[in-house]
């Protein structure tokens, strides 16, 4: 990665910083056959339909490698957040396929999200997620699943009342990831299981006169705004569309075909999703961290 | 309502419509209380958090009130996308705490909907759920579920490939409404339980070279932009914060107490969130359809 | 004027303020003639082929009544500058037709401009206006002028250095004045009349440490950003457009004709755009003080 | 010039295009006394004011280097105003200093515009201006100017009424470029020397109900929006200022001091500015040709 502009000896200038990335592991030559074909519950067919030409090499904006560039961004974001604001965000891998793991968000570390290659802290279900990673690799098959995330340390204020809720834009920033099919924040879809007398937070002042809530099934967000609460939210990602195996498909002379996948083939994308999620988050809550500057100078 | 700007002789301007409406209901004894303790799971705490003022009278812009001029301005946009687009929007609920309905999107009518007070197409169903509210009312507690929307008519090519996904502006959309806690487009969280062979839409063509998938687990979106089929997606409510019993919570002085509901009590929004759905998806779509417009004039 | 929303005894709550001000003074009779003519250099015509419907009666948004609603907002924007950030602004009359005051920007004084109906804080020169703008009328005709702003009291860094600075901030606040023809800051047209050597604004610092330019050919503002030095600026409104002299047009059929001006007629709007610079200018101002406090909090 | 994305075989992807220009002949010891002394009518000490950090070599952002990304952009533009919408765009050096030419803004072409190295395309004057630059230049002072410029082929109809007026967003285009300090559209600071009766472009139909206007006072545009005529605007750009002559200024440390230019010096820039207000104008006018479309896509 080089940085061409807004750093100086170390330090940002205040000018827009550009991190670029150069593709150095294009391989078009596995592209080939997506040229003329598109590829099943991929973005080949829909990108035609708007704008009449593809970048069919690498899938081009469609390809997973433009979350680099968030990821990127996303670090600077972190550094903001931790070093001026206190904030520290950490996701992790909930679930693949049918493997769920019971994780407890407020204790949940980096280290242990990076202490395995599927980044599920939970060691024993990792363990049982990696085995089923290898064993759908091995069927040329795919999985999806759910990434968790918690954002500990912003004080009560941040975000916005009604169209610029903090949980709107960090449902936005989710499903504009590749492969996000869902958002939920707090007690999200499950919640609504519960009755209002089982669900609700009561609020609660310590002897310092310190504001908590009994639970957190707002997941730190009421009204669009912090409570002071832990943010906790999840995304799920759907299987991999690219899949090593014969597939129903037309081509770009709308004739029904079969195509069937090669090349690099990730089976389950969900890990590498973690921090992307992570950096999206950041972005999100830097720009309403400066918003409530902006608001509220003292 | 009346309409201040904008319209002429039935005729839209080009102006910014002026739609307003009078809160002529408003009751400030019944939140007399409420201006001194924060409701649990409401935005009073937030909202003072926030602006150290808050209108408590009503509830201010944290009342479901405000999602009015959403509907006004959302008959607006629909309007724009029958006639001209040739689009049609139609929600429903889906879920009432426990109570699913098993519901085919593409079948519903919007007489479906309407024809009970509950909004469910499944009229066996709607009863139960009307009776279980019935019941939670009596509890003076409350309850929430799942609405269910779709989109039909949409062109191939509507939409966004990298931040303004489609997808992600409707998930903004959504989580932007007073106790939305979730949203998915197509097989959503549910589609992580499945393969990449069994979740894939295969495309199709007829033989007057119409484009199809075999399925709609994409939704209708697949990398941010319309592929034609119908858009699908879910938003989840949390059961309303008011209830009628007695809850732990603060007061403003950060003093431990206990708080009451009373006043009108709606113990399921739900039924009341589906024209607000439809609103914001025809505010989002007719955004896109402009920007299309925008950028391809042919 | 009402309040319709942002205000609760008297304070403001964080939500948007509506300011309603009902045209109560509209006479559609006088503007028949216009609803098939379109008056030279008005915006009848541009409308029309814009939207192919216009709002005759009154001129719609491009009569100066639209101007309200900018002065309105810009009494919030003043008080938030002059209160939170110790920001002072004043604009007068310079010119009418060919009569030109010769004014000292940073000792005017906004009661010397409200001394007189012109608005030009040189009562001599006023009179002489005032005379000349009696004269046109009895003709029938109009004149046009230039109005002179001046803004004490920024701090040095206000602003932002490429796409919006804010001369060109400022520059895009006047221009969407009606009338206006033209803007400049600092030396403006007349700077290019001075050599680099006899332009340029040296620094100096006092003992203090005070640093201060010997001239303010720079109008207060250096590469898009605030030196600390008063802002100044001028803005140019063209003649009014509506005279009552037979002129020659066409009308919406496309035949010529002719047209005379009749109603209420203004042969001078400058002294009435006076309070619309100085709101203009605080919208801008208040955007930037905002930006700034995001920015740099300490 | 490297294009890294949004171009594929010669044609656009509909994906951002990255244009990138590496500074080859940067020469940072020429910076080095201004590292710590700030030079007059520049942006050294804004720029420290906000930022607390500058880029000193080269001048950052400061330096009109930072237009070349403005001039590639609006090549981009000029291609689609030309070839899909009919714009033509040419700008041209109408003052150096206290030298003028009188130029009919509806013949000037850009061959003229280009066949003398000062961009004047009044060949006498031209030469008068060329040698006045060198004659400053020897002094090691700088003069300014303005650039005139026409845009011939807009329909009526494109633009804005209120605020986002074309001549709005024109001028703000302008009041962004480095140096410029002032902006006029039509008849502009002159038109203030008419009376109304004078300045009035009377609207005429031709046999063939082609709609034009007897004068063009307007500069093409009224009440914001486009009226067919071509767009007629002028931008002036005060005198350089770097110069080689001996400055009072201050250092970083608020001391007294002088300060002598020194390295590259370009006596007048007015030249210079004709391609990036022609760039300027474009990336404007694309943007309103695009939002039209939105607006009226028949």
Redesign the interface.
């Known amino acids: 990665m080089e940085i061409?502009s807004g750093v100086?000896d170390g330090?940002?200038?205040?000018?827009p910083i550009l991190l670029?990335v150069h593709n150095k592991d294009a391989r078009p030559a596995d592209y080939k056959e997506i040229s003329e074909k598109?590829r099943?519950?991929?973005?080949d067919?829909?990108?035609d339909?708007?704008?009449g030409?593809?970048?069919w090499q690498g899938g081009?904006?469609?390809s997973a490698r433009?979350t680099i560039g968030r990821v990127a961004a996303g670090a600077i974001a972190r550094k903001l957040l931790r070093e001026r604001f206190g904030v520290e965000i950490v996701a992790w891998v909930e679930?693949v396929?049918?493997i769920v793991a019971n994780i407890d968000p407020l204790s949940v570390t980096r280290d242990q999200v990076e202490d395995n290659i599927v980044r599920c802290p939970d060691p024993v279900v990792a363990e049982h997620m990696i085995q089923h990673i290898d064993a759908?690799r091995k069927?040329g098959?795919?999985?999806?699943?759910?990434v968790g995330c918690a954002v500990k340390g912003c004080?009560?204020?941040?975000?916005d009342?009604?169209?610029?809720?903090l949980?709107?834009?960090?449902?936005?920033?989710?499903?504009?990831l590749?492969a996000?099919?869902?958002?939920?924040?707090?007690?999200?879809?499950g919640?609504?299981?519960?009755?209002?007398?089982?669900?609700?937070?009561?609020?609660?002042?310590d002897l310092d006169?310190n504001?908590y809530?009994?639970t957190n099934?707002?997941?730190g967000?009421?009204?669009?705004?912090?409570?002071?609460q832990p943010i906790l939210f999840r995304a799920?990602?759907?299987?991999?569309?690219?899949?090593l195996?014969e597939?129903?498909?037309?081509n770009r002379n709308?004739?029904?075909t079969t195509l069937k996948g090669r090349g690099r083939h990730d089976?389950c994308v969900v890990p590498r999703a973690v921090p992307i999620v992570e950096a999206m988050a950041a972005l999100v809550l830097v720009d309403h961290a400066?918003?409530?500057?902006?608001?509220?100078?003292t």
């Open positions: 061409l100086l330090m940002t200038l205040g000018t670029l598109y099943p519950s991929h973005a067919y829909t990108y339909a708007k704008y030409i593809r970048a081009g904006r469609a433009e679930k396929h049918h759908i069927q098959d795919s999985v999806g699943g759910v004080p009560a204020g941040w975000g009342p009604v169209f610029d809720k949980e709107a834009d960090l449902a936005k920033a989710m499903l504009s590749p996000c099919k869902g958002f939920e924040v707090g007690s999200g879809f919640g609504t299981d519960l009755k209002g007398s089982e669900h609700n937070d009561f609020f609660r002042a006169k504001v809530t009994e099934r707002s997941g967000i009421q009204g669009g705004i912090t409570n002071g799920a990602f759907k299987p991999t569309a690219t899949i195996m597939q129903r498909t037309i709308r004739e029904n089976p400066l918003r409530q500057q902006a608001y509220n100078k």
